[in-house]
Structures are given as structure tokens and as C-alpha cells.
Nanobody, 128 residues
Framework: QVQLVESGGGLVQAGGSLRLSCAAS????????MGWFRQAPGKEREFVAT????????AYADSVKGRFTISGDNAKNTVYLQMNSLEPEDTAAYTC?????????????????????WGRGTQVTVSS
């Protein structure tokens, strides 16, 4: 059974940092892709970042580019999201996603429908 377990969320002041982790078990995603999405109350889920190991590509949402960094450790089957210069607008439930399929390019990775495994999420709250 495949599981994605997120950790590292919490409460932080604006301008602060947090590091989220997502550990996968049950299968390896070292030759496909893993990513992060977030959903704030009353809003739709939105793409945050993805790392595509099969094509060695990384993509970010414009809203987090330059502040967030996604990275991965294939040996640990884990993906990380380093979040710096956090803003109240970053407050959301952050969810890890993974796919066991290989797709070309990076455009597909911004849409949740292409991922077939999801974690339960971790809450990030940024106070002003």
C-alpha cells in the first residue's frame, strides 16, 4: 500500500521559514515525479511546486518562485519543500502528491489530476 506522509507544518510569523517533508512508502517515485499543492479555506487547491525526477525538472507556481525550494532525496524516497519569506497568503493545508507515470515536459505537473497518490496534508499558518 502506497502512503505519502507529510510533516513540518506549523505556525510561523510573516517573514519566517518552514521546511515540509513528504516521505513515501510502498513504492519508489525516484523515476517519476512528486509535488506539493495547497488549499486555503474557501479556495480551490493550487499547485505549489513539483520535482520531476524522470526529466530532471523542477517547476514552481509564480506566487512562490524565489521563496520556496523543492528538493528530493531518492535514497529516502522523500521530497522536501523549503519555504522562506513566508507571507500570510501562504496559509493553507499543504499536501504532497506523487505519480507513478512518466509524462513529457512540466506543464502537466501543475494539474492535480495527473497525480495518483496523495498525502493527508499538513497545516501551515503564517501570522502577520
Amino acid at each position: 500500500q502506497v502512503q505519502l506522509v507529510e510533516s513540518g507544518g506549523g505556525l510561523v510569523q510573516a517573514g519566517g521559514s518552514l521546511r515540509l517533508s513528504c516521505a513515501a512508502s510502498g513504492r519508489t517515485f525516484s523515476n517519476t515525479a512528486m509535488g506539493w499543492f495547497r488549499q486555503a479555506p474557501g479556495k480551490e487547491r493550487e499547485f505549489v511546486a513539483t520535482i520531476i525526477w524522470s526529466g530532471r525538472s523542477i517547476a514552481y507556481a509564480d506566487s512562490v518562485k524565489g521563496r520556496f525550494t523543492i528538493s528530493g532525496d531518492n535514497a529516502k524516497n522523500t521530497v522536501y519543500l523549503q519555504m522562506n519569506s513566508l507571507e500570510p497568503e501562504d496559509t493553507a493545508a499543504y499536501t504532497c502528491a506523487a505519480t507513478d507515470q512518466n509524462y513529457g515536459g512540466t506543464i502537466w505537473s501543475r494539474q492535480g489530476r495527473w497525480y495518483n497518490y496523495w498525502g493527508r496534508g499538513t497545516q501551515v499558518t503564517v501570522s502577520s
